[in-house]
């Protein structure tokens, strides 16, 4: 069989390489007793290879020797040192990510050999405070890094709430990287990473289950990092006092308030000095199952020394309130225990002295509304004191305004009482009105403009016949009229005197007369109506001049002096008959007997106008009044409008 002959190597396949590198190898270190006939051309040719190798050695080390690195390239070496995890490259990437470049980078060695001639020495120092600072920010990164992926794996928490708690716990961060780097001088971890150590130091602190815990109660991410800085590392003085708020009633959501707000390092206190606070106050009338509520809205009452908190307890006690009512005082506003300094308190008190009130005044003041402590005296009182001033409200005026309706005196003078004041100015009220109005019924200004004042003032012009002359009018006479509703009082009032036969514009009248008219109840007008019409045999027109007839008692004053004008046989209008004492009427009803019989005699050519009896006095004569209120005494006449309010009246 023929074979075919090899092919001969190329000169640039491996093969030809490892021929070409090993004949080479064998003429350099041939040995002298192989010597053959070229021997002398062997001879030159190693020692050409041996000059070219010592060369090539000698460039390369002063190459190292003369090299200057830039900062910028400083900077990158030293993130390649100190980075804990290299970022993925891709195949074909510039920079080479195997293991030999990555253990020692091209110019790793040569960063602290030689440093460049350097003609000022402060500057060298600067460039290198610049890069230790450099380094501790890398160093921070990696820490931060390892607190996350504790986060995600140990904690199962989501990647964002992990970056943002991390991202808060700047002080944490450094406390673990301090404690890390301190572990490297004990004998166990003298060999191990700067990441090993930073795991054991966060697991050992047991942050994670922590934030965890404190998630679970309902602290949000931004509270949880204050909360751990402020800890200084003693994680667990958070984990008991915040058991501790909760065995004194502090709800969850409360729980970071109290911790973060209470003034100063509450963390460094002990349980019992809070135990003690909370048996004191609940000596005081501060129940139990108040406590909670207390110190999650004061929270810095947890700040105080007892001694601070006696202090204040006895200054409201002093003022001749009782436990109880401090108790529930401190429940109503608790900051008025833990808020305010003493001098701002002592203030506030002297202040509110000046309206005229006594010490035990103030005390009960403050008992039934302890936000007024709340108020500045700058900012609320005087500015509030001087727009009363100027509209004519005295100092009278203005403690019965206190003493009725304190809360007038905690509201913003600006957007709260002026816009009020300019609404009553703007519908014909003066400023002598809109002062007795507001002494009278300080309630008016806790009403809201748009949705209790403005609501009655349309129904009294368009539904109960006010004009609008006479609306101003009748507000300054019965600012009581705003308080009440519309659909459960006013509305029902109106339909029952409109059924009466009483036209529209003549209830508007008698209300702007009487405002009142409307606040009464329809059970207070039934039994006076009927004796009016029944009894009395009054005409309709005579309650519509005098409407003021329903405030007065049908049994202590309205049927008493009917009998006795009856039994004399005089006659009154509604007005003069009840808007006087009962020494004027007995006078009057003197005056009208004597002038009657002194016509009689002749001795008088005219007789008085209101002594003759008219027809409907004397249809009474047969009446026998000492039977009054039974059916079988009641008149048998009725006109039409009385049934149609014995009408109204059974189908209600």
């Not at 970071?256 to 509450?266: E, F, Q, S, W």
């Not at 003690?276 to 004061?298: A, K």
């Not at 309630?443 to 003032?457: E, F, G, N």
Request: hydrophobic fraction near 40%.
């Amino acid at each position: 069989m023929l074979t075919a002959p090899s092919p001969s190597p190329c000169p640039h396949s491996p093969l030809f390489s490892l021929r070409r590198t090993t004949t080479i190898s064998a003429v350099i270190h041939h040995h002298p007793q192989d010597r053959q006939h070229n021997a002398k051309s062997a001879s030159l040719l190693r020692y050409h290879f041996t000059n070219t190798q010592q060369q090539q050695q000698q460039k390369q080390d002063d190459a190292v020797v003369d090299v200057v690195i830039p900062p910028e390239e400083k900077v990158k070496l030293l993130e390649l040192s100190l980075v804990r995890k290299r970022p993925p490259q891709f195949p074909g990437s510039i920079y080479d990510m195997s293991s030999d470049s990555l253990s020692h980078p091209p110019h790793l060695r040569t960063l602290f050999k030689q440093q460049p001639p350097s003609s000022n020495d402060d500057d060298g120092g600067d460039v290198d405070e610049e890069l230790i600072m450099k380094a501790l920010d890398i160093r921070r990164k990696v820490t931060a890094e390892i607190f996350k992926e504790a986060m995600w794996r140990k904690g199962k928490f989501g990647i964002t709430y992990s970056t943002n708690v991390a991202d808060r716990l700047p002080d944490f961060i450094d406390h673990v990287m301090i404690k890390a780097a301190a572990l490297k001088k004990l004998p166990e971890f003298a060999d191990s990473s700067f990441d090993v150590r930073a795991k054991w130091v966060i697991e050992d602190s047991n942050v994670v289950p922590l934030i965890r815990w404190l998630k679970h109660n309902g602290l949000s991410y931004p509270k949880i990092a204050k909360l751990i800085c402020m800890s200084g590392g003693n994680l667990e003085s958070i984990r008991h006092l915040a058991e501790w708020l909760k065995s004194v009633h502090v709800k969850g959501e409360f729980l970071g308030v109290a911790l973060l707000k209470t003034g100063g390092n509450i963390l460094e206190r002990s349980i019992e000095e809070l135990n003690e606070i909370v048996e004191y106050l609940e000596t005081n009338g501060v129940r139990r199952d108040w406590m909670g509520y207390v110190m999650s809205r004061c929270p810095q009452l947890l700040s105080q020394s007892i001694e601070e908190v006696k202090t204040r307890v006895h200054f409201y006690l002093d003022m001749g309130m009782n436990k109880n009512d401090f108790g529930t005082m401190v429940f109503d506003y608790p900051k008025i225990l833990g808020f305010l300094t003493l001098e701002e308190m002592h203030q506030k008190v002297t202040y509110l002295k000046e309206f005229g009130l006594s010490t035990e005044d103030v005390g009960r003041l403050l008992a039934f509304r302890p936000h007024l402590m709340g108020c500045g005296i700058g900012e609320r009182w005087k500015p509030l004191v001087k727009y009363l001033y100027y509209l004519g409200v005295s100092r009278d005026g203005m403690r019965r305004m206190l003493v009725i309706k304190p809360m007038v005196f905690c509201f913003d003078l600006e957007t709260t009482i002026v816009p009020k004041v300019r609404f009553f100015q703007d519908i014909g009220v003066r400023d002598e009105g809109i002062a007795n109005m507001l002494v009278k019924f300080p309630s008016l200004l806790t009403y809201s403009l748009y949705k209790k004042i403005r609501p009655v003032v349309i129904f009294l012009m368009t539904k109960a016949g006010v004009s609008e002359r006479d609306i101003g009018k009748c507000l300054a006479l019965g600012p009581e009229l705003l308080g009440c509703s519309i659909g459960n009082k006013l509305e029902v009032n109106v339909k029952y005197f409109l059924s009466l036969g009483i036209k529209l514009h003549q209830l508007g009248a008698m209300i702007a007369d009487f405002p009142m008219l409307l606040r009464y109840n329809i059970d207070i007008f039934r039994p006076k109506y009927r004796y009016l019409r029944r009894t009395m045999v009054r005409p309709l027109q005579d309650l519509i001049e005098f409407p003021r007839f329903f405030s007065y008692s049908l049994d202590e004053r309205i049927i008493p002096r009917h009998k006795m004008m009856v039994e004399n046989r005089v006659n009154f209008k509604l007005r003069y008959m009840l808007a006087c004492s009962n020494e004027e009427f007995n006078q009057k009803v003197a005056d009208k007997v004597e002038g009657r019989r002194l016509y009689e005699l002749g001795l008088i050519n005219e007789a008085p106008h209101s002594q003759t009896v008219d027809d409907s006095l004397r249809q009474q004569d047969a009446v026998d009044y000492t039977d009054i209120g039974s059916k079988g005494s009641e008149p048998q006449a009725i006109d039409s409008s009385i049934e149609r309010t014995e009408f109204d009246r059974s189908s209600n």
